[in-house]
C-alpha cells in the first residue's frame, strides 16, 4: 500500500501562485509515476500534470507555461508550482502515484485538496 498526503490548497486571487505538495509512504517503487489531477462539479477528472521517476514531465495544454511539476524521489514528493492562476483553475487537485510491478498496475489517489482562485 501506498499513501498520498497533499498540502498546499487554499484561496488565491487571480494572477496570483500556489504550490501543491504531496508525500507519498509506504511500499514505494523505485520505478513510478506521480501526478497531479483535477476535478470540478461539471467535469471529469482530468490529468493536470505527470512526472517520472526519472523527472520526465507531460502536461495539460491548459497549465503549459504556467504550472510546473516537480519531485524530490529522496523525500518521495512531487510538487506542483502553480502560476497566474485564474478562475477556471480552481478544482479538487488530487495527488496520483502508479507503478507497475509484476502483479500488474498499481494506482493510489491522495484525498484531494481545494484550489479556488478568485476573480
Known amino acids: 500500500q501506498v499513501q498520498l498526503v497533499e498540502s498546499g490548497g487554499g484561496l488565491v486571487q487571480a494572477g496570483g501562485s500556489l504550490r501543491l505538495s504531496c508525500a507519498a509512504s509506504?511500499?514505494?517503487?523505485?520505478?513510478?509515476?506521480m501526478g497531479w489531477y483535477r476535478q470540478t462539479p461539471t467535469k471529469q477528472r482530468d490529468l493536470v500534470a505527470m512526472?517520472?521517476?526519472?523527472?520526465?514531465?507531460n502536461y495539460a495544454d491548459s497549465v503549459k507555461g504556467r504550472f510546473t511539476i516537480s519531485r524530490d524521489n529522496a523525500k518521495n514528493t512531487v510538487y506542483l508550482q502553480m502560476t497566474s492562476l485564474n478562475p477556471e483553475d480552481t478544482a479538487v487537485y488530487s495527488c496520483?502515484?502508479?507503478?507497475?510491478?509484476?502483479?500488474?498496475?498499481?494506482?493510489?489517489w491522495g484525498q484531494g485538496t481545494q484550489v479556488t482562485v478568485s476573480s
Open positions: 496520483h502515484y502508479v507503478t507497475i510491478t509484476s502483479t500488474g498496475r498499481n494506482d493510489y
Open positions: 509506504g511500499n514505494i517503487f523505485r520505478l513510478n509515476v
Open positions: 512526472i517520472t521517476n526519472s523527472g520526465g514531465t
